[in-house]
C-alpha cells in the first residue's frame, strides 16, 4: 500500500503535468496511455488533454475501470467501438474478472460512443436520464464528428444508447466492494455523472472536475449551478482520491482550485464587465491570464468568457 501512496503522492503534488505537446504515451496501442492503477483496484487510462485528433485516437478523457472480486466496471465506453476493445484488451491482461457495467459520464461522444462495443458483449451501459437524452438528440452528429478525425479507426462504430438510466443515484454492490453512480446536480453537461466509492475515499468524478485543463463552457452550461452543485453536494463528500474527467488522479483542493475557483473568477470579471455597461465583443478579453497555464486555454478561454456572458447578462 505505501508504494501506491508513494505514486500516488507525486501525482497529488503536480508531479504529473499533461500537455498538449506530449506525443502518444502508448504507440502500441489506440489508448493513448496505458492504464495505471491508481489506488488497488481502481485503474484509470488517462488520455490526452488535446481535443481529439487521429493520433490520439479519440482518447482525450479518462477511461476507468473498478476491478471487484465478481466483476469489472468501467467508467466511460470510450470515443470508439476500437477505443473501447483497446481498454477491454488491457482489462483482460490485469485480471480474469469479467466486465459486468459501463458507466457514461455524461452524453458526450468520448463516453458514449464505443458503447456499441460493449454492448455487442451483452454489457449493460448505464447511465443518467439527461445524458441519454443527449445521446438520443445528438447522437448522430457525435458519430459524424468522431468518424471525421479518426477515419479508418472509427470502424464498427455506431450509436449505441445505455440501456440502463438513473436519476439521481444508483447502488452497486459487487463483489464485496460498495459503489455509488451519483448525479450530484447540474455542472458542466447534461448528465453529468460521478462513481464514488466511500470506503475507499475515491471519487471518479467525470466532468464536474478539472484541473490540467480548462474547464469547457458550453452554451448551454449553467456556471452558477455548477458552482452550486459544487458546493453543497461535492465539498461535503470530501473525497481524499479524485479521478478527473481529464488529467491525472489528483484531490480535492486542486480541481477546486481549477475548477471552482476558475468559475467563481471568471463569473466576477464577466459580472464586474456587465455592471460597468460592457458588450458581448469586449467580454472575451476580461482577463484570465492566471489560468493560462491550463490545457485548451487559447481554444477555450474567449469562448468561456463568451458563454458566461450570454449566461450573466440577463440573470
Known amino acids: 500500500m505505501r508504494d501506491y501512496l508513494a505514486v500516488l503522492a507525486l501525482l497529488l503534488a503536480g508531479g504529473a503535468q499533461a500537455s498538449e505537446d506530449i506525443a502518444d504515451q502508448y504507440?502500441?496501442?489506440?489508448?493513448?496511455s496505458k492504464p495505471v492503477e491508481v489506488i488497488p483496484h481502481v485503474w484509470s487510462a488517462i488520455g490526452a488533454t488535446a481535443p481529439p485528433t487521429y493520433e490520439n485516437s479519440g482518447h482525450n478523457n479518462n477511461l476507468s475501470f473498478i476491478v471487484?472480486?465478481?466483476?469489472?466496471i468501467v467508467v466511460n465506453g470510450g470515443a470508439s467501438a476500437r477505443l473501447a476493445k483497446a481498454l477491454h484488451d488491457e482489462i483482460k491482461a490485469i485480471t480474469d474478472q469479467p466486465v459486468k457495467l459501463v458507466i457514461n459520464e455524461n452524453g458526450?461522444?468520448?463516453?458514449?460512443?464505443?458503447?456499441?462495443?460493449?454492448r455487442d458483449l451483452g454489457v449493460d451501459v448505464l447511465a443518467h436520464v439527461d445524458a441519454v437524452a443527449e445521446t438520443k438528440h445528438r447522437g448522430d452528429s457525435l458519430l459524424i464528428g468522431m468518424e471525421g478525425y479518426n477515419r479508418d479507426k472509427a470502424e464498427g462504430t455506431r450509436v449505441e444508447h445505455a440501456n440502463l438510466t438513473f436519476e439521481d443515484r444508483h447502488g452497486i454492490d459487487m463483489g464485496g466492494v460498495?459503489?455509488?453512480v451519483l448525479h450530484l446536480g447540474p455542472a458542466h453537461s447534461p448528465g453529468d455523472t460521478q462513481v464514488w466509492i466511500p470506503e475507499w475515499s475515491i471519487m471518479i468524478a467525470g466532468d464536474i472536475a478539472f484541473h490540467e485543463r480548462m474547464p469547457p463552457i458550453f452554451t448551454d452550461t449553467c456556471t452558477k449551478c455548477w458552482i452550486e452543485t459544487w458546493e453543497t453536494a461535492l465539498e461535503p463528500l470530501a473525497p481524499t482520491y479524485v479521478i478527473p474527467g481529464h488529467g491525472h488522479p489528483t484531490n480535492l483542493a486542486q480541481v477546486r482550485r481549477y475548477t471552482h475557483d476558475y468559475l467563481v473568477d471568471l463569473r466576477s470579471k464577466v459580472g464586474a464587465h456587465i455592471e460597468a455597461g460592457g458588450q458581448l465583443a469586449e467580454a472575451y478579453y476580461v482577463d484570465q491570464d492566471q489560468w493560462r497555464r491550463l490545457d485548451t486555454f487559447e481554444e477555450l478561454a474567449t469562448k468561456n468568457a463568451g458563454n458566461v456572458f450570454a449566461e450573466m447578462e440577463f440573470e
Open 27 to 32: 504507440p502500441q496501442s489506440e489508448l493513448y
Open 68 to 72: 471487484t472480486g465478481d466483476g469489472v
Open 108 to 118: 458526450q461522444g468520448h463516453a458514449m460512443l464505443g458503447n456499441s462495443y460493449w
Open 178 to 180: 460498495k459503489i455509488e
